[in-house]
């Protein structure tokens, strides 16, 4: 999950942010490294496309977990197993940082997210919620690079 300012979702798209798959493997790379220095507050290598300044938090699942979970008898799923996590980035974020809107990207269905994000956020301002929101949304891309 990448933790903006508000107005910084056009600086992020200047600054190429797009649908990963649409990047090839050098772009995404300078993409990463632009994104690492500036969550350290580091000067920008590209001055004339400027990146904002970031902040991340993350949740790894490892192989064993995933199955675990996906093995037991009630039926979960990846799709589960990402929402989850979601949620989890998403709490941990609100408690950590100030939150005013969350854009996400779904694996399941949106609307049926949206309002379990809502109900589980209720202070939170906007939820948006996307399939495919590496296109719509410029953090949802800058957290997938």
């Not at 990448?2 to 493997?25: E, F, P, T, W, Y």
């Not at 995933?66 to 998403?90: G, R």
Request: charged content about 25%; hydrophobic content about 40%; cysteine-free.
């Amino acid at each position: 999950m990448v933790i903006i300012r508000g107005d910084d979702n056009q600086k992020l798209s200047d600054a190429g942010h797009a649908d990963s798959k649409k990047l090839n493997s050098t772009q995404r790379e300078i993409l990463a490294n632009r994104l690492r220095a500036a969550a350290r507050g580091q000067t920008d290598s590209n001055p004339e496309k400027p990146h904002p300044t970031v902040g991340w938090v993350t949740v790894i699942s490892h192989a064993p977990q995933i199955d675990h979970v996906l093995l037991q008898n009630k039926k979960y799923t990846l799709n589960w197993i990402a929402e989850e996590s979601t949620a989890l980035l998403l709490g941990i974020a609100i408690r950590f940082f100030t939150i005013a809107e969350a854009q996400i990207d779904t694996a399941g269905p949106k609307l049926r997210y949206q309002r379990l994000l809502s109900a589980l956020f209720p202070n939170l301002a906007e939820i948006k919620v996307e399939e495919k929101g590496e296109g719509a949304f410029p953090t949802v891309a800058a957290a997938s690079v």
